[in-house]
């Protein structure tokens, strides 16, 4: 690895702009299940350190899994807070994700966080593998070259997320914004039915705000439904996951062979 030149084999932002990119959510923690996904043909993976149960070793490890695959690697933080955006990113991670985000205050200390200074406040260390553990040769280019090449992801993911996207669309330093409909739909009072009309109207007109405003918008989708849908409208950051996939598989193949008569 070059240091922050890991950052520049995604080209996420780029290729956003181009066509919809497609990753996937890991939730376990297992670098060989990530280097696995990777290799897979997703175009990015998003390491869910939010709802995972993740170490920064085992975190770390995960983002190397990635990247050996030549899969960039994105971190979905457990909270917007500076210092799991701090570890994400000196780990080596080609961006953030960072959950239930609200207020334009809030926007602001993501992006504070997520940025080295003069745009931001990221602390500054030679140490991390993010630059090459102190072997990068020019600190001063390692640190405009994370600037402009890390992504930052917002999750819109309640009402009061929604009601103030216009105004949260204002602030630079995001890339993009990401609608999470299952929180969403609980915050509207549809736990029950996460695909409520009103659920998939919100999300709609989310999607066409963000484009409208110029940003990339993003969606977590369970199918090719919906994925199909969610690129219609306009998103280009496309999330799912393994796990509802080798749940459904599981159930069927075991209702399956359990229906298959023994003989002795």
């Given at each position: 690895?070059?240091?922050v030149?890991n950052l520049?084999?995604?080209?996420?932002k780029?290729?956003?702009?181009?066509?919809?990119?497609f990753?996937?959510?890991?939730?376990?923690?297992?670098p060989?299940?990530?280097?696995?996904?990777?290799?897979?043909?997703?175009?990015?993976t998003?390491?869910d350190?939010?709802?995972?149960?993740?170490?920064?070793?085992?975190l770390?490890n995960?983002i190397?899994?990635?990247?050996?695959?030549?899969?960039p690697?994105?971190?979905?933080?457990?909270?917007?807070?500076?210092?799991y955006?701090q570890k994400?990113?000196?780990?080596?991670?080609?961006?953030i994700q960072?959950?239930m985000v609200?207020?334009l205050?809030?926007v602001?200390e993501?992006?504070?966080?997520?940025?080295?200074?003069?745009?931001?406040?990221?602390?500054?260390?030679?140490?991390?593998?993010a630059?090459?553990?102190?072997?990068?040769?020019?600190?001063?280019?390692?640190?405009r070259?994370a600037?402009?090449?890390?992504?930052?992801?917002?999750?819109?993911?309640?009402v009061e997320a929604?009601?103030?996207l216009?105004?949260?669309?204002?602030?630079e330093?995001?890339?993009?914004?990401?609608?999470?409909?299952?929180?969403?739909?609980?915050?509207?009072?549809?736990?029950?039915?996460p695909?409520?009309?009103?659920?998939?109207q919100?999300?709609?007109?989310?999607?066409t705000?963000?484009?409208k405003?110029g940003k990339?918008?993003?969606?977590?989708v369970?199918?090719?439904?919906?994925?199909?849908?969610?690129?219609?409208w306009?998103?280009?950051y496309i999330l799912?996951?393994?796990t509802?996939?080798?749940?459904q598989?599981?159930?069927?193949y075991?209702?399956?062979?359990?229906?298959?008569?023994t003989?002795?």
């Open positions: 690895m070059k240091g030149e520049l084999w995604s080209e996420l780029t290729k956003m702009e181009e066509r919809p990119m990753g996937c959510f890991v939730t376990f923690p297992s060989g299940l990530t280097e696995f996904i990777a290799q897979m043909g997703f175009d990015f998003c390491i350190n939010e709802h995972g149960a993740m170490d920064y070793i085992v770390e995960m190397r899994g990635s990247q050996c695959a030549g899969v690697s994105i971190i979905r933080t457990p909270a917007n807070r500076s210092e955006i994400a990113l000196d780990s080596g991670a080609n961006g960072i959950p609200n207020t205050t809030e602001k993501a992006v504070d966080a997520a940025y080295y200074p003069p745009f931001g406040k990221r602390g500054f260390d030679f140490l991390p593998r630059c090459d553990y102190s072997l990068y040769p020019n600190k001063m280019d390692y640190m070259k600037n402009e090449q890390s992504l930052v992801i917002l999750q819109i993911e309640t929604t009601e103030n216009e105004q949260l669309l204002t602030l330093g995001v890339d993009v914004f990401f609608i999470g409909p299952f929180d969403l739909a609980v915050s509207m009072g549809y736990a029950h039915d695909r409520h009309p009103k659920v998939i919100i999300i709609e007109r989310c999607i705000l963000i484009q405003k990339i918008a993003g969606m977590y369970s199918d090719a439904e919906q994925t199909r849908q969610a690129v219609q306009g998103a280009s799912t996951d393994l509802q996939a080798m749940t598989w599981s159930e069927r075991l209702q399956s062979v359990k229906k298959i008569e003989t002795k």
